[in-house]
């Protein structure tokens, strides 16, 4: 018995394998994308950013704002609500986007696009960060220069403070 493989790769077309099954020597790389959606959440003209694990194989001990990958079938705001819950505990309200970027990571094979939104909350005692994270803290943007982040999570940052956000329209 053969199990068939299909895959399909921007640069390659399709491509048709097939492995005995069982065989688990055989490995194949896939170059894929993922959507990120990032929330700001501001409170007395501070930001939440969160350190991430020393464990993480990508950007290990960076600060990075709270987060969620986009899963199949969801919207980015149910994404937003849910990443930013596993993150932080936190209930959000998600505001409108203000910025959108990308990045090629994992040997080029991921391509993330990123869209960060402004975001609320009411109740931010209830913030206890995920094992995902060593720690929480709230910056301002005088601040950011002494902690660990991208230059573009830092832009964002940046930008998000200095912009206020428009109510999205129901």
Known sequence: NE????????????????????????????KYQKIVVTG?????????IL?????????????????GKVEFGETVEQALKRGFKEETNL???????YKIFSYLSDNKNRHTIEIIFHVSCKDIKKLIISEDHQEYI?????????????????????????????????
Not at 7 to 30: L, T
Not at 147 to 169: A, C, F, M, R, V
């Open 51 to 67: 350190k991430r694990s020393s464990k993480e194989d990508f950007l290990p001990n960076y600060w990075e704002l709270p987060s």
């Open 3 to 30: 199990l068939q493989l299909i895959r399909m790769s921007s640069r390659e077309g399709w491509r048709r394998g097939s492995i005995p099954r069982g065989s688990v020597s055989w490995k194949m790389v896939e």
């Open 40 to 48: 700001l959440l501001k409170r007395e003209g501070k930001v939440l």
């Open 91 to 97: 209930d959000i309200e998600v505001k409108s986007p």
């Open 138 to 170: 709230w910056i301002s943007k005088d601040d950011i220069k002494k902690y660990k982040i991208s230059k573009e999570i830092s832009q964002s940052i940046l930008e998000g403070i200095n912009n206020k956000w428009k109510t999205k329209k129901k």
